[in-house]
């Protein structure tokens, strides 16, 4: 159906694609690296990797620049899983066999709800359009916007709509934010792993690097959950970059986290921020997943609620192919430098429409949407964590988002990204999509992201294919009691 | 009503903004040309320049890479006019004494034709969404493109729909192309007066520069119409880079052109793309008008009737506000790698949708839309072509876009860019805004372009205005038989 692979919006990298976490330096080819060895500055960033080296070099085209190159190679290279799932797709009637996708992070419990909203619907070359069809959101839906983040992330003050941007996602956001902020070969803190497509949204366009906060599973005795951040860990990233001459602009965080689930408690969030200030670094926080909060008990807090920031946040509808993606930021230069790079992530009038009725609709999103998408969310979860639980995998989450940070170490051989690799590979020849923790820059193989924001039906037929793979594997788990879990904070069975 | 200054997709440059002749090394801002010297690759374009130097310095930010500032620096320096005319909007009932939109390039005449088309609106959070919600646009809406495409553009052969990639708008292709073809600092080739707004489009995000060929209005020997592109002016001004050290990458060509409303033949359009092949350049064909030709006897071809090359083209219904292009190219290289960053430049899918199901409906957009649209285009022309005879103001026309060339070159005191800009302030002040000739580098100063794409009462009402600040001036036209137009190739009164 497609000649050219197509791209989801989130958690766009199951398998180790470009931004996984080999060298670069050993690992793309002849070609690419020619390419990128004639601009100094447009190095490429140094977690990218992976793929077939061979496959890189050919991609080099005369016809390209060293970055059109460079841009075609990450497109060329990434997500296998995503073109095998798209050429086979499971359907339940016309293609029984298909792909189940347990990959994209995408909330496909709720499509009926919101297809259900009583609303009115516009002209469509007429109304939505307004006097003025801007390239830049207008202002009604940047009121909508601030309202809706003042009640929703709880700010201590009204936000303002003047700091609110508004562009087609995400991915356009951050790619915004690192041109503004920092010149070609500047970088960004991250912790490790992390949604791996922002690997590309700040080095596609605007040449800026990442440079990884590594966690690990290991519960030392100052912290005191897996995969925690914490300041000393970001204090040694920040010292190594510096020692390696990387300049680094800014901060990256994602709360709730992608893909552990992990939420960052308020004392945790100023810890971050004050090493911030000290720095003089920017912060950017995602808040993709705060309306996917399922657990009440979790504690979220937004960073709103705490002090403003610059921070890209997304409103959530789990609806990727919307491209609805809003900045608050109380840093006016900021929000007029990225406002001025919306004529290339317009929004078209008609979604900004679609998206103020949606907003305004305080009523049926706190009545109807959310306690439904709560209950849905959390029932799927209770699912697919008994069934991990029936296997004896360890996993974590905290109660928020569409997936659960599942560690199958113990089914690896050996412990190596290339039999992380071969797992995720069997996994997709028994029908059912997963993201490797390659994928995330996870620096122990043998975790996975699975997904289970998705119907019933499906949840069963994919748990059903993992649990086909997982036991066609020699080792047996050992000890089902030892079922790691945070979610909310208990040790569920 | 906005904070944030808003942006029109067409035509955004009415006055002398950042896009304007002014040589920028003279003229920047020490705060600007700081920032620009930190990088050597990152120069400013040669022909950006204007606004207030003052401003510019201070718009420099600690906040803010040099980019950032520069792109900031487009933005605040940028669109008096449009800030002045978005905060006094005319309005027939509301506010009549406002300001008349005669700059904006964008077809008020036949909303109420779109609004009123039979269609079948998608359940908006259902049908639209299909099984894959990818950023780039699905394979069937690329086909209708590919028919769409064939069809209007006369191709020889039927066109590829694996060829076609669309984007949110042609800012977005200018920008992406620019990246994937030119290293920063390279450049492209543009005749000149140009649609201002392309020098922000391949900078901004690509760092990439213009090299202007200039056009003048004097008709000698060789050339047989004002402003007349030809080879040899092509030749020069790709020799004078060549000497100033300048990596030309390839050479654009609007047509209908913005804002001269030229056409090219189909033996002048061979005649540049063998130049562009002699000196191996890509040649990008802006064909956005294409289907605003309202004199059938103007004689377009579309150069997808010719051959195949790396081209953008807008699907055309004057609605900026949709956020809608493609580009057609048989250069699988340049698709992919501009493809590859569609999740920056994604549409809706209800947009998707929407558009499909437009371009699918053959049967309106011939025996309905195209034919209203013209005959209106052709009234709006035929009444201000004809208060443009009245005054005695010679201009430029071929019958095709939404907009008149019109020389008011003896409304100057005297033929400096300064006096231009002074007139236009006069236009402003009598609530009229109208787009000079310098937004456009034009090199001559004294043009002006006049949109006319416009419901009645308000031409009539900006004509109205435009004629008061003409006959201010002491200079009465001295010969109204001396109307220059081009309408078909016929003189006019």
Redesign the interface.
């Known amino acids: 159906?497609?000649?050219?692979p197509?791209?989801?919006?989130k958690a766009p990298t199951t398998c180790p694609g470009p931004a996984s976490t080999q060298d670069l330096d050993s690992n793309h080819g002849d070609g690419l690296e020619r390419e990128c060895s004639?601009?100094p500055?447009?190095k490429l960033p140094e977690f990218c990797g992976g793929g077939d080296p061979t496959a890189t070099a050919s991609s080099g085209?005369s016809?390209?620049?060293?970055?059109?190159?460079i841009?075609?190679w990450?497109?060329?290279s990434a997500e296998e899983g995503y073109r095998t799932y798209?050429m086979d797709?499971y359907?339940e009637d016309k293609n029984p066999s298909g792909i189940i996708n347990m990959g994209t992070s995408?909330n496909k419990l709720c499509?009926d709800l919101?297809?259900r909203?009583p609303?009115t619907?516009p002209?469509?070359?007429?109304r939505w359009?307004?006097?003025?069809?801007?390239?830049?959101p207008?202002?009604s839906l940047r009121e909508e916007v601030a309202r809706f983040l003042s009640f929703y992330c709880k700010s201590p003050a009204p936000l303002k709509?003047?700091n609110v941007?508004v562009l087609?996602?995400c991915?356009?956001l951050f790619?915004a934010l690192a041109?503004?902020?920092?010149?070609?070969g500047?970088a960004f803190l991250i912790p490790a792993p992390y949604y791996g497509?922002i690997t590309q949204?700040v080095y596609?366009?605007g040449g800026v690097r990442l440079v990884c906060v590594y966690l690990d599973s290991e519960v030392t005795g100052l912290d005191t959950r897996p995969f925690q951040l914490t300041v000393e860990k970001l204090e040694m990233a920040l010292q190594r970059a510096n020692f390696e001459g990387v300049k680094v602009?800014g901060l990256i965080l994602i709360n709730p986290q992608n893909p552990l689930g992990d939420i960052y408690s308020p004392g945790e969030l100023r810890d971050y921020l004050e090493f911030a200030k000290r720095h003089k670094l920017?912060v950017m926080v995602d808040e993709v997943y705060m309306l996917s909060v399922f657990e009440k008990s979790a504690g979220y807090h937004s960073v709103l609620s705490l002090e403003g920031r610059v921070e890209p946040a997304s409103c959530d509808f789990g609806?990727?192919?919307?491209?609805?993606g809003t900045l608050y930021t109380e840093?006016r230069?900021?929000?007029?430098?990225v406002?001025?790079?919306?004529?290339?992530?317009?929004?078209?009038?008609?979604?900004q429409y679609?998206m103020a009725q949606l907003l305004r609709d305080r009523d049926w999103i706190n009545h109807v949407y959310l306690p439904e998408n709560h209950a849905r969310l959390k029932a799927a979860y209770t699912y697919v964590s008994g069934e991990l639980r029936a296997l004896g995998i360890p996993f974590l989450s905290r109660g928020a988002g569409f997936f659960i940070w599942v560690d199958l170490r113990k089914y690896l051989p050996e412990a190596t990204f290339k039999e992380e690799m071969l797992l995720w590979r069997r996994f997709l020849d028994n029908k059912v999509l997963l993201s490797c923790g390659k994928a995330f820059q996870c620096k122990e193989p043998g975790w996975f992201r699975l997904v289970f924001s998705d119907k019933a039906h499906r949840l069963c037929l994919g748990m059903q294919r993992v649990r086909q793979v997982l036991e066609a594997k020699s080792q047996v788990p050992d000890d089902p009691a030892s079922c790691q879990s945070q979610e909310s904070g208990n040790q569920r069975r």
């Not at 002209?123 to 007429?126: A, C, K, P, S, Y």
């Not at 041109?179 to 070609?184: D, F, G, I, P, S």
């Not at 609806?319 to 609805?324: H, I, P, V, Y």
């Open positions: 159906m497609f000649t050219l197509q791209k989801e919006s004639r601009k500055d447009w085209s016809h390209l620049s060293s970055r059109g190159s841009i075609k990450f497109w060329d798209h797709e359907d995408e499509f919101l297809s909203r609303r619907m002209r469509v070359w007429g359009r307004g006097p003025c069809p801007s390239l830049c207008n202002f709509p003047e941007v087609n996602g991915a356009s790619s041109t503004v902020l920092c010149e070609v500047e497509a949204h596609l366009y602009k920017h609806m990727s192919g919307l491209r609805f840093n230069d900021v929000a007029t430098a406002a001025s790079l919306c004529r290339y992530h317009g929004l078209s009038g008609l979604v679609q």
